[in-house]
């Protein structure tokens, strides 16, 4: 409904899954700078989340949620 009336709200979240599951656009911070700010698809698939966290994700559309690789060789 606040979409609608054209209101932002800004949240900050360490969830990953709800970050890139409920957000329009969604902002990627290292060493307290943003690296990335998009819709929650893009960071998805860029290397943001790599680089800040050391994880990839992967969305599984049948369940609608995001899992996260995580390169323990890096």
Known sequence: KLKALGK???T???D???ALTYSDKTAVMKN???IAFDVPEKIASDT???SALGVEAVYCGEVKQYFFRINENE
Do not use: P, Y
Request: charged letters at 15%.
């Open 12 to 14: 900050v979240m360490h």
């Open 16 to 18: 990953l899954n709800l």
């Open 32 to 34: 307290g700078r943003i």
């Open 48 to 50: 943001a989340l790599k």
């Open 8 to 10: 932002t709200i800004v």
